[in-house]
């Protein structure tokens, strides 16, 4: 177990949770768990506002208590939820070798929200908030930069049937201390200027200089949370492909794309790898020999587009055939196997995921030439008009 050491930040004064600042810290999640958290106010008191990710069908808890940690759960100010319903439940510490059994006559974690197949399918996300110093001397009360000991753990049930579990952790974290945003300025009012006609703008080639040949086509994801397109085209006239990638970021969050020959199992053997996150990161991996995590290795791949909010997209190019041998060939028109993941964290951090964030399957790439460039049709010359015979002017009689 790994421990954790909470330095919080001050903030602003508000009726309802008033987020200041996210925290930031070494990551607290095992495979089947991880949690999150903000710094700011409830009620005008210093608060910590949880976010916690969990299976379907699974309790969570969240125990807080002095650091340095005591043995198993002695001490620990426990909150537990489950995937079923809402509601946060408040138990008393209880000793290291039992389980916390009795609640807190004054129950205060406050449930905010519960979302089931949330990131993604299979995993619920529970939101509540806890202020640091509650009034209530049942509970762990600590203040603004103090070190305190968190711990998560998860296990099959419901908050009411809770009960040995083996996927817990605990760690020390330092919180960022959230800075007072300076007052907004007011506003000088500028005379509105006459409109200028605006250029016609001329196009900006992408990044990488792909060039589509033939219409985006999609890849039949069979993980939730994520969507892949793909387009044919050439880069500097040699066959090259393009990839867009969009994906759910309701916290930090990476996904990734690897190629490979048709037919190929074993893990991640044979792959060759691009990952992103929501913060903007973009790797290319060489190709894997083993089950594993492959090895960064700078590659052909380029990034010519990102967006980031509620949902991430991730546009980018590489030539089919690079001649490296950290990355993996192929033809325009072959069948080659495509694989795909998602999971929480950052491509520094990006660790295991389970069968429901990942998938695979082989694609036929389609192959196209570009319409030629029409011959305008010349438009017919008019036929020219008669110019009238004038009538004689008759003779004197």
């Not at 106010?41 to 125990?63: C, H, I, M, S």
């Not at 500028?190 to 999609?218: D, M, N, R």
Request: charged share 10%.
């Amino acid at each position: 177990m790994i421990r954790l050491a909470l330095l919080l930040a001050l903030a602003g004064a508000c009726a309802a949770f008033n987020s200041s600042c996210i925290g930031v810290g070494p990551s607290l999640s095992t495979s089947t768990i991880s949690l999150t958290y903000e710094v700011g106010t409830e009620g005008g008191d210093d608060a910590l506002r949880f976010t916690v990710v969990f299976q379907n069908g699974y309790w969570a808890g969240v125990g807080l208590r002095a650091s340095p940690a005591g043995v198993k759960m002695t001490g620990l100010d426990t909150y537990v939820f489950d995937s079923a319903s809402d509601g946060v439940d408040d138990y008393n510490p209880a000793g290291a070798a039992s389980k916390p059994s009795v609640l807190d006559t004054q129950q205060d974690g406050m449930f905010e929200s519960r979302q089931v197949n949330t990131p993604m399918t299979g995993m619920t996300t529970v939101v509540f908030v806890r202020k640091v110093s509650t009034g209530d001397a049942n509970d762990f009360s600590f203040s603004l930069g103090d070190t305190i000991n968190i711990a998560v753990a998860t296990g099959s049930g419901t908050r009411t049937t809770w009960t040995l579990h083996s996927e817990k952790q605990q760690t020390d974290l330092n919180v960022t201390v959230c800075s007072t945003p300076p007052p907004t300025p007011v506003p000088t009012p500028i005379p509105t200027p006459l409109p200028t006609p605006a250029p016609t703008p001329i196009p900006t080639p992408s990044p990488s200089g792909f060039v589509p040949t033939c219409a985006e086509q999609p890849v039949t994801s069979s993980v939730s949370g994520i969507s892949i397109t793909y387009t044919v085209g050439t880069i500097g006239g040699a066959d090259a492909i393009q990839f867009k990638v969009v994906f759910n970021t309701p916290t930090a969050m990476w996904a990734a794309v690897g190629l490979r020959d048709a037919g190929t199992v074993g893990g991640m053997i044979g792959l060759d790898i691009v990952a992103y996150d929501s913060a903007g990161g973009f790797d290319q991996y060489a190709i894997s020999t083993n089950t594993v995590a492959p090895t960064p290795a700078p590659g052909t791949a380029i990034k010519d587009s990102f967006t980031s909010g509620t949902t991430t997209t991730v546009v980018y190019s590489r030539l089919m055939t690079t001649g490296d041998a950290t990355e993996f060939d192929f033809t325009a028109g072959s069948t080659i196997s495509i694989a795909y993941a998602i999971g929480t964290g950052s491509i520094t951090t990006w660790t295991g995921h389970t069968a429901i964030t990942r998938g695979t399957q082989n694609l036929t790439l389609v192959t196209c030439t570009p319409m030629p460039t029409p011959v305008p049709t010349p438009a017919p010359t008019p036929a020219p008009t008669p110019v009238p015979t004038p009538m004689p002017t008759p003779l004197p009689t």
